[in-house]
């Protein structure tokens, strides 16, 4: 399996190169040279694995075989909350909540991270080669790759999140771990802010080879592979490939949603996907009126999804218009220069016959978070809201086919919002009990490429010397 750039000017890599390099050198996205398809008897075949079990098979089609993946799945996940590691609850008749948060830093991330982790591990150790991780967070990609980094003796890691715009918890959960090799700066800023910082780095190629930068946040295409795995599991479960599922995705950087469409791809009979938005609702313009338009970010209770610029977009901007790397790339330079992308009318049509976007915004959060518990018996953190709503909202009309939300964060990393919404305070497990008694290490920087560069150099010589 090769990998070619959505720019098309970078070379053809394999599925370990493109690991280690993140982002094409030309700015592009990694994507399959052509995407596996299953039959449905193969399909079939999957059905009642264990999880760690049908994640390795995917990621071995997507040319990751090479590596030992049965071991290296069942680690990634030994540690999960729950046996059964993304475990399906049952909402109301038709709706479902595909449980993604049971990892060590509570948040769906967990799941490709943990896994990513033991891959850089296993390549670098291989190579004899270390690299630098640099990433921007907008709360739950931070603490999920330096969870999944922390210690490794091949990578150092340093962590870029908008100062004063993460929660408390996802903050300390970042900023609490003190392994030598992770550093973590406040950026003056807001998330795109620190996103457009990691991509100017990379864009420095002599600061990029010099550091032997790497990349984990959603831009990897690893991480897109690691998260098809639980959509095929979820459908699977439902009854596919012999009946049609929908999914309902509360989507910021469009990595998660991205990773349902590729399950579909693959030949899984996904009906719909359903893209929640909160108020920063770029997509659901998108989809409703062929408006891709930024608009400047404004924080939510769904930090997570506080986004404008989804940069996985442009993977699914790639499929619409036939894999045209020249059109991409023009497309997304506008989209740079202009703040507004052109999609052709034909693209977004074929876009708009799958998906379906919905904005919810704050309070409307609050509402369906109090709607869940009084009704459920359900906590939802405010991700997770914003897709039950949306799947609410937008179902299926054929009530046969089952809408599967992806519960993307633990109630108990946002509790202020839910007890603002339920009067319960959700506990954190047991395992993250003294979070607010951990001792923290951060540095805050403004928002300028050269003092981050700076940073981000002190910190890998240091740990190379
Ligand atoms: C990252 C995140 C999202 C958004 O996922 P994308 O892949 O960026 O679309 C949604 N909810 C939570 C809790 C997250 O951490």
């Not at 991270?113 to 390549?123: A, K, N, P, W, Y």
């Amino acid at each position: 399996m090769r990998y070619v750039s959505t720019r098309g000017q970078a070379a053809p890599r394999d599925f370990e190169a493109v690991l280690l390099a993140g982002l094409a050198e030309d700015g592009g996205l990694f994507v399959p040279e052509s995407w596996p398809e299953l039959s449905p008897a193969e399909w079939r075949a999957m059905r009642g694995l264990p999880y760690p079990e049908i994640a390795a098979r995917i990621l071995a089609l997507f040319g990751a075989g090479g590596m030992p993946l049965e071991a290296m799945c069942r680690d990634a996940y030994a540690g999960f909350g729950h046996p059964a590691v993304v475990p399906l609850v049952q909402l109301d008749h038709r709706s479902f909540a595909l449980e993604l948060f049971h990892g060590p830093t509570l948040a769906f991330k967990d799941m490709a991270l943990q896994l990513l982790g033991r891959m850089f591990d296993h390549v670098l150790d291989k190579r004899g080669e270390r690299v630098t991780i640099v990433g921007a967070t907008s709360g739950d990609t931070g603490s999920a790759a330096i969870e999944a980094c922390r210690d490794r003796s091949a990578v150092d890691i340093v962590i870029l999140h908008p100062e004063g715009r993460t929660s408390e918890v996802q903050r300390r959960q970042m900023t609490t771990v003190l392994a030598p090799n992770v550093a973590n700066v406040a950026v003056q800023g807001d998330f795109d802010a620190c996103q457009d910082l990691v991509k100017a780095m990379f864009n420095d190629v002599p600061f990029r080879t010099e550091m032997r930068l790497s990349a984990v946040n959603s831009i990897n295409w690893a991480r897109i592979a690691a998260q098809i795995p639980y959509y095929a599991a979820a459908a699977l479960a439902l009854g596919a490939p012999d009946r049609e599922v929908a999914f309902s995705v509360p989507t910021g950087n469009f990595g998660n949603v991205l990773a349902a469409w590729a399950a579909r791809r693959m030949g899984l009979p996904i009906s719909h996907l359903i893209v929640g938005s909160n108020r920063n609702d770029i997509l659901a313009r998108f989809l409703a009126s062929n408006d891709m338009s930024a608009r400047p970010v404004e924080p939510s209770l769904s930090p997570s999804m506080d986004i404008q610029v989804s940069s996985n977009f442009e993977r699914l901007l790639f499929e619409l218009m036939d894999r045209d790397a020249d059109a991409t790339a023009g497309a997304m330079t506008r989209f740079r220069t202009e703040g507004r992308m052109p999609v052709p009318d034909a693209a977004w049509r074929d876009a708009t016959a799958l998906f379906q976007g919905f904005t919810l915004d704050d309070d409307g959060t609050l509402a369906e978070i109090r709607r869940l518990w009084q009704g459920q018996q359900y906590l939802a953190d405010p991700h997770t809201a914003v897709g039950t709503a949306a799947a609410r909202a937008l179902a299926p009309a054929d009530p046969g086919i089952p809408v599967v939300v992806a519960a993307t964060a633990h109630p108990a990393k946002f509790p202020d919002a839910v007890e603002r919404a339920t009067g319960v305070r959700p506990p954190l497990p047991s395992r993250l009990a003294d979070l607010y008694d951990r001792k923290e290490r951060f540095g805050v920087l403004p928002n300028d490429l050269a003092a981050v560069e700076a940073a981000v150099r002190a910190h890998a010589r240091r740990n190379a010397a």
